[in-house]
């Protein structure tokens, strides 16, 4: 796999993570979610879940584990975020680097071809994910409402540095039939 490949997600969703449905996760046969924090579930500032997003972790439970995996280095506030939503947590991940994703898919005591790597970023999460082999799935970010610039300086310009190098970064849901890297035979 090149360097290039490591930055295509295999899912677009094109929305937040409150458009991976259980449907979804059963299609692409993922057993596992490991879980980015600022902007994948929560504004930047904010210390506790949404009603929308405790509702979103309730619905897909049943169907996969879960766990929190941040580059903050915040205990307070990852820890607070996690306890609202009752799942096991890891902080400091130094995303792209792979070592706490690994951790999270042995915690769930799964293989990482059935876990699914979500998060916003192009350069930390979709490149981990993909550098140990998770499926990868890239969200839009998670907007604060009373926030007027919905402008995401730094995210913009890897999704523009990715487009420049040849990664496709298009509409949603329209990778839902690529191939989904012979997952059936694997698992």
Known sequence: MSWLSNL???????????????????????????????????PLRATKASTELMEWVEQVRPVVSIWLVSNNLSESRISSIAKSLNLPYM?????????KLKKAAEAMNLPVKQVAMVGDRLFTDVLAGNRLGMFTIL???MV??????????????EVWISQSLGVTITSTQQNLNKPDKSRESEI
Do not use: N, W
């Open 91 to 99: 902080l400091g991940a130094r995303k792209p680097s792979r070592r």
């Open 139 to 141: 969200v839009e970010p």
């Open 144 to 157: 604060d409402p009373a926030r007027t610039v919905t402008s995401y300086p730094t995210r913009d310009f």
């Open 8 to 42: 295509q997600p295999d899912l677009i969703l094109g929305g937040p993570i409150l458009s991976l449905t259980q449907d979804i996760l059963k299609h692409y046969h993922i057993k596992g979610l490991v879980l980015d924090v600022d902007e994948t579930l929560v």
